[in-house]
């Protein structure tokens, strides 16, 4: 698999620029960096790292290019993510490419989260005629009283290798016809799709005159990178994908400086198998939330909670169905399950195995590393490990395909399983009763941010709003209302008339 | 005055009581404390504060409270809500009182307090009713995409002396509307408003067998009280308001544990004056929005941005309506301007007077302490100071009645100075201009939360959404979609099919 | 049962008046009328009906009091509709007395009625500081784009007997929040429930001097009062509930002068019960359906559609349940099935299940008079018809406790059957399984405005929009966003530029 | 100019089809017919006329398309509109052409036309995601009430010869996301746009498998085509645009089979020019509001009503403008006035004149027909006609370039004379003053669906919702909620208790 250079900017000094201000590309004065390949564990290529003087920079023009896209009208705002979005379509299965190369994942998938950012484009399109306030009525004779929702500012956006461009296009499609220029600080993982998704903006942008340069930026880099976005003043929104540790300390260096954020931190997600289930259907949907993308999906499914009387049959069915799995080389036709991101992965993969048994855990199948057949890299048979109860190791998040299977006593029992953990990302029940599945979307149900019935833990649409609560980190992207997080509200009254009544019915005569 | 016995629970040894949760009234075994009143800077009670594991048992009870309210169908907590505004409504004028004492505002104004609870109520019973999600158009055959707003949990409610009633009520109707128990940490200043709020709560709870005990609880002290509550892992949500340096520490307590913040932080409000104001109505908006409260409403006009050719009449006729304000004890009938809180407030705005003379200012009337004709407590003559330029005095707040007046070049010009402070709460702009009100209400206008044409910056209405941007904290109270902020939002995806097709038209075949 | 005389206007000349605009009572200049009292056929009282020049200068009034009215604000109309509620909860039993005497409902169902408008007092209130409008992005610069929602003028409601004063509440406690005069033709059988009703009005406005006298008006009489009503210019919308032939008229006469109407016509609800149903709880809640208000609601239960499995099953627990029932004088303690409203309801009960049976059907139980141990009036008792197929009769509304019994062989069958008939009002499954509740509630699914999962077909919440498809007419009442239809949209731009630009970017300089 | 015969459909005996049902196209067999193109006066075509069978036979085959695309997921749909909307981009000037040669439109206004359908494309994508329903809070424990948008059924559209395309695409883009097949009877004037944007929904619609033949259908002809149109049983809402009369009968159609009617009849629309106005943006305004698209919008500016300070000046600068206008052959670079659409035009149009001045108006400018330089079709002289009062001829709409002047005394009085008609569609203001604006949008303001403050009265952004009140019909079309009028609602109740509450706590047990 070739990296497709026509979707990237050039090479300075042999190095992929570390810096983008728009269509102004720099080699970064920072550390450089080499990410491997999770295919094979070779280094793609060399990159630039963004100082913290250079993230200030690129904050600095954005924070000039937002005072011009502010009064750009959000309808033509949104004719720019519209160009965007062709601009990818025309491109889909090279973006897709870089995906698989730096991210591991299989072209399916590659090129589902493509068509994510296809997808949210025209969401935002339509959003750009809206960015709906409200006329609210006042209680006051001959006043109006209105809200409207303005631009907010340049955007910081951190985001994980798992989903290197789906999670970058919701926040900035939505950002831009939002009125936001976006900082993005992505994986050091990744920069190569990155740069391709920025460099889709910039050709978009080109076209047209309404479209300041800085628009969009790319920050390349480790964690200093994201810590000097995250410090930046003139950064009102950090939107931050990843670990709990990680976005704790931009939740706290940003809450120190009264900004606002945007979390999207790790999941711990579970599935409840009742007796009423379709088994076949819940088969398919269990293999693919586990398996897909390695098990690297913060949606992926981390926990089974079963109904004692179906779950020996139901291991019987995981257990064959994994048999089947295609595990190898992505970008080989028909892989099914591609490799874990690098090492430290593929370690805690092996060692949450160990103290799950140690924890009475069975394994069922899998857990070993596949070295044969693959091109180097991490690759792993997927795990599945039947635990007498919901143990320690349960309640923490192992990023990769490994799930555990656990029985319950009665619908209450298996939602308190559910609940009993620190993250409130996703979950899902399969049942054919009305009555479970009632019980489980309500106020005392799945505490989770994405609670589904009879389909997995992952693959979300974007028209509704993802994020979880809890260590989760309470954000929303995509869907519904979450645009309005990256706008700000202003509450209008308008006097039109020749006194000048108070609210409450005060009166206050001088 | 005295205080009205009857809307407030038994004295403990002399005591009033520290711990409230629902009907179960406790000393607190921490330092006892005796706030003056501000009116003659008397000591009005002996209160005790609750000790950091008195707030925890006060959190542990609401939290079981929480597993019962949550599941109590929403019209029917909005029909507590509905009784205890009947409740209020009946005791208006006590509660009233309690506020001139422990606050010192006027009567006209205690009352506009207790009616903007009345308010709330009214408007919390209508949301019981809605509380609505969406119902989303999913991309996927047989598959129906829903998002519900559940309850959040208990909320933890820290509030500030000078709303001592409104800003919690705020919090908590809507609050317990959308399913939460409230925790409130009130000022340190007005002990018995709040107990007597929360009495309002204890005795509409009684009357229904639905609502538990502990949906209301008081913890009163000091910071540490704040403190242990904004720890607490089992308060979702902490509504803090207060000065920036304490929402700060809140922010960063909350943000360390990922729970939430709603802050409501300082303002410092300006007022922009056009040649095309009318200048009577002005001159009514800024006195009320300058000297009501006695300049201690987080949205008291404290910037005046005038248009140079009219500035001097302005001045003059300002100065003139000052010369006329009844100032004293708020109790008195006539009375427009109470005491300042206490001795600190009286020492900031003599020192912030004199601070703007050194930075080129000249005080044009008021900025002294009034001694003669007032009963103890710190009275003053609210001040009014023209400034060449908006200087670094300007960009602070300084809670008492001291207005700056300085002038503006142009429209543009005026709204670069109204927005050059670090606080965002409320905004004005007194012109008869359609073009002026215009760009005042536009992206490129104010940045603050309100923003008002022809009235003041203080006196906001129940039905918007009340807060600010910048270091004000970014939270939205009250009206519009505010309740939102006390629920936790699940996207749900129903699957009613009997295939399993993936989003973004992924294909996984096992 | 007395009539409760003080809830009433005054009698003139011994006869109640047929005219009331506000305060103001008159005879009515038509013909008298006298209706009887269901309970026991006898006359209750004599009432004047109003002829069309009354009409007139009822809409006269009523119109000069939209002008006063729609500029009060909508918070302070709010506050008028919170004091009817006080009247009403104050009132409750002896309003409910009436309903009972003029309809024949048993005390808990006459209650729930009033309830009903005691809880969409509530829920107008809330609304009161709503009416949301929105704000719009505009794709001008310097451009604003609204949408406000004012007041539309005077409604006239008509309303029939069944629901003497919930429709009527529904439509004029919003229609007064939304600035609407109201004025109601009820149903020649209600006479005195529709004055005390309006009596109730009348009180809360005289509190209120913001409320002119005129809001409410009653014109009682037969069709040609409501003729008058519906082809007055002067009345913007006709809100009118009852048969299909009066609907068509009423639609015709209000679409010869482009004006609107809002029909809740008749209903011919069905329910489906699966074989996974939880029969226990479908036959509970098919007797409440089916004989409750002696099966004349417009969303009684008329059809069962039963899967072949379990409905011999059914029928006998139902006709056991059947057996049970108390018939008799409604306001007796214990009566669950009250009287017909009279005569013609009786005959057209006895000729369905002779076309029934002469289309094949078989009466289970039930279907004829009852005359022993009643007080006069029309009781029947409740019938059962078991059918071979859904045949002619089943596709007709009679307005009785009549309930046809048939099979389906597919789910897809059980749809079509239910939507298999001209009216759209109601319907409801019973089943346990989430692919069956699910595509009854899809697109593919039942075709009426409202579509229950194990709940019955009548019995609507406040919340909800309540009304139907096809010849039931297309209105929505009550919940939702019903209310707009009581207001007239204005959607406004602003410039508030020095350009002019045109949209779509249309060039056109002189 | 030459007919772009790639655009269209093949001719069949010569003559353009009359019955498009998706790509089958037929000739028609009712009367043919050739319209005149507004440029030359001569016949630009020969068209076939569907005969009311061809209407039932297309109405059938719609009805048909729409069980299968309704259930086709909205996203789907919203993809085809999106492929409509690349086809119309590719096309655009060619379709215009087709609108200059059978509307007389210049092609400014004919491309901004073609344009109006884009954004409506892209604004209908977004929606596609959305057509959002309501999740409510119940009463009920265990109880779930939603609201559901559904399709509703086959959509028939029938437009005016003035906008032959924007109007249908309003409509049938909006109505196929919702999930809805369009019937359109074109104007007869306009036969070959019709069919041209028909063929581009085709050559979409064969790109998806999902998209059913018939989504699309044309029947050709004159009023009898619609009228059998309106009488179908199977179409359950009729959107009209044109006159009262048509509009009336209509309306009366479908209200007597109890259908749905969506009316934008006719506007009378007037400007209030203030003494504050600015004059020089006043009078761009007027001249594009008065003589754009020939005054044959239907929110053309057809009343001005003018401060007296300021009406002489006014009517001087109008009187200079009119003077410069390039009347002539829209199709010549240049034109800014084209052609009225046919001779009746002409007439109404002298005659009006007439009327007025017999009323004591005085023709200030224009008024007669333009014969040289023409190259035949009807042109004429724009009219200023200053009258000393509104008088009967000034509340008459005349379809043509024709503006009347006359003066206020207050601005009270300015509202009185604008809403003193019997239409209701558009209507602006321009004034500097806060106040007048304000009251100008207020509830006592202007009565109009549209009302815009210093903007003219036509030229409506497709975000908004567009149509009027009064006899303009109150029907909605474009942007806000519109869309839920091509949709049915559907309210949910679903127990997943085991308990069965009634609502109003209702108590009925057997």
Redesign the interface.
Known sequence: MDIPAQLLPQQIHACYPGVAIGNKYELGSGAKFSPSSPINGESLCQSGAATADEVAAAVAAAHEAF?AW???????R?ELV?RIGDEVRANKSELAKLITLEAGKIP??A???I??WI?VC??????????????????????????????LGPVGVISAFNFPCAVWAWNSMIGLVC?DPIIWKPSEQTPLISLACHEMVVRAAKTMDEAPAALSCVVQGKADAGEALAKSELV?LVSATGS?PM??EV??T???R?G??L?E?SGNNAMIVTETA?LE?A???I??AAV?TAGQRCTSLRRLIVHPDIVDGLCERLVK?YA??PIGDPSRPGT?VGPLVGKPSLERFLASIKTAQAQGGTLLCGGDQVTEGVPGGCYVHPALVRMPEQTEVMREETFAPLTYITTYDSIEHAIELQNGVAQGLSSAIF?????E???F????G??????????GTS????????GG???T??G?ES???SWKQYM???????????A?P???????D?
Do not use: M
Not at 446 to 455: F, Q, Y
Not at 488 to 498: C, E, L, P, V
């Open positions: 005072k502010r009064v750009v009208p959000a309808p033509v949104g519209r399916a998938e090129e589902g989260e068509q994510e997808d025209d969401f935002a399109v339509g959003l750009s005629r809206q960015l709906y306030g409200l006329t609210i009525a006042s209680e006051r004779p001959e006043h109006q009283l209105i809200e409207q929702w303005h631009p009125g009102p709990v976005g704790r939740a706290k940003v809450a120190g009264l606002k954020c979390l931190l379709d259907l088969v398919r949907a293999v693919f897909g169905a089947t799995l099914l049942t054919s009763d009305v009555r599945a009632g019980r979307l309500s106020p005392a799945s505490d989770c941010g994405i609670a589904n019935v009879n389909i693959g979300a649409e974007i028209g509704g709003a993802f609560e809890k260590e980190g309470g929303r869907g519904s209302d700000r509200r202003s509450t209008n009254t308008i006097n039109y008339g020749s000048l108070l609210a409450q019915g005060i009166k206050f001088v």
